[in-house]
Structure formats: structure tokens, C-alpha cells
């Protein structure tokens, strides 16, 4: 059974860090590239960043470069949010998910994933 289990949300003050944790199971971990993306209330699901297997590739939004970084351990299946210099515009629900690495996508739409976490609430206040 696929199994993506996101942690480390939490209420943080502006200016703030967190760091969420996405655990995954019952795939190949590294055959595939793992995205986190946050949704708001009433906006659309949106890429926050993605990490290739080894890192060989990364991606990060405008809106979060230079205050978040993703990392992976392989060993672990494990893959990491490191949030720093929190603003309120990044309340939002985060989600891990899960792509094959078919080498041919951008990997920045909801819909070129196939495996999704239930999601963790981070709040940051102001």
C-alpha cells in the first residue's frame, strides 16, 4: 500500500520556521520525484517545491526561494521542508506527493502526481 504521511505543521509566528516531514512507503523511493504543494482556503493547489532521487533535481516557487529548502534522505524515504522567514501568505494546508521520474515533465501541476498525503496545517500568524 502506497503511503505518503506528512508531519511538522504547526501555528508559527511570522518570521518563523518550521520543518515538515513527508515519510513514504510501499513504492520505489527512489524511481520517483516527491513535490510539495500548499493549498489555501479558496485558491488552487499550488507547487511550493520537488526534489529529483539523489537531488539530482530541485525546483522551488517564486514565492518561497531563498526561505525554504528541500532536501531528501534516501535511506529513510523520507523527504523534508525546511521553512524559514515564515510569512502569513504561507498559511495554507502542505501536501507531499509522489511522481514517477519519467525524466519528461515539469512536475509543477497537481496532476502529474500519482501519490498524494492526507496533508498537515501550517498557520503562521502576524
Known amino acids: 500500500e502506497v503511503q505518503l504521511v506528512e508531519s511538522g505543521g504547526g501555528l508559527v509566528q511570522a518570521g518563523g520556521s518550521l520543518r515538515l516531514s513527508c515519510v513514504a512507503s510501499?513504492?520505489?523511493?527512489?524511481?520517483?520525484?516527491i513535490g510539495w504543494f500548499r493549498q489555501a482556503p479558496g485558491k488552487e493547489r499550488e507547487v511550493v517545491s520537488w526534489?529529483?532521487?539523489?537531488?539530482?533535481?530541485?525546483f522551488y516557487a517564486d514565492s518561497v526561494k531563498g526561505r525554504f529548502t528541500i532536501t531528501s534522505d534516501n535511506a529513510k524515504s523520507t523527504v523534508y521542508l525546511q521553512m524559514n522567514s515564515l510569512k502569513p501568505e504561507d498559511t495554507a494546508v502542505y501536501y507531499c506527493a509522489a511522481s514517477y521520474d519519467s525524466g519528461d515533465s515539469w512536475y509543477i501541476e497537481p496532476f502529474e502526481y500519482e501519490y498524494w498525503g492526507q496533508g498537515t496545517q501550517v498557520t503562521v500568524s502576524s
Open positions: 510501499g513504492f520505489t523511493f527512489d524511481d520517483y520525484v
Open positions: 526534489i529529483s532521487s539523489e537531488a539530482r533535481g530541485l
